[in-house]
């Protein structure tokens, strides 16, 4: 089993940075994948980022072109963490955030956090 637990969120003005970090209790590898996704009110869940293995001991990450140029993340597995940069933030970018996980090889998210919240408004 692994669990994750997110944290940083909170209330941002347009514009503005926010560091979330999403840490790892349980049996998590090195190679498997973590992610996060966002859910805005009334909508569905969505794709933000994540981290996979690749072959050669290294990482890549994906983003939602929504977020491409603003958001950042990056997996440091020696904390089993992960973690979110989020620059020129936007209302629209106001939801709960996830931190999820996958096995290695797996498509399917099989492990999420709770979410944090980020609010972004003036």
């Known amino acids: 089993q692994v669990q994750l637990v997110e944290s940083g969120g909170g209330l941002l003005r347009p514009g503005d940075s926010l560091r979330l970090s999403c840490t790892a209790s349980g049996r998590i590898n090195r190679n498997d994948t973590m992610g996060w996704f966002r859910q805005a009110p009334g909508k569905d869940r969505e794709f933000v980022a994540d981290?996979?293995?690749?072959?050669?001991?290294?990482?890549?990450?994906t983003y939602a072109d929504s977020v491409k140029g603003r958001f950042t993340t990056f997996r440091e597995a020696s904390k089993n963490a992960i973690y979110l940069l989020m620059n020129s933030l936007k209302p629209e970018d106001t939801a709960v955030y996830f931190c999820?996980?996958?096995?290695?090889?797996?498509?399917?998210?099989?492990?999420w956090g709770r979410g944090t919240q980020v609010t972004v408004s003036s």
């Open positions: 981290v996979k293995w690749r072959s050669g001991r290294t990482y890549f990450t």
């Open positions: 999820a996980a996958a096995r290695f090889g797996v498509s399917t998210y099989e492990y």
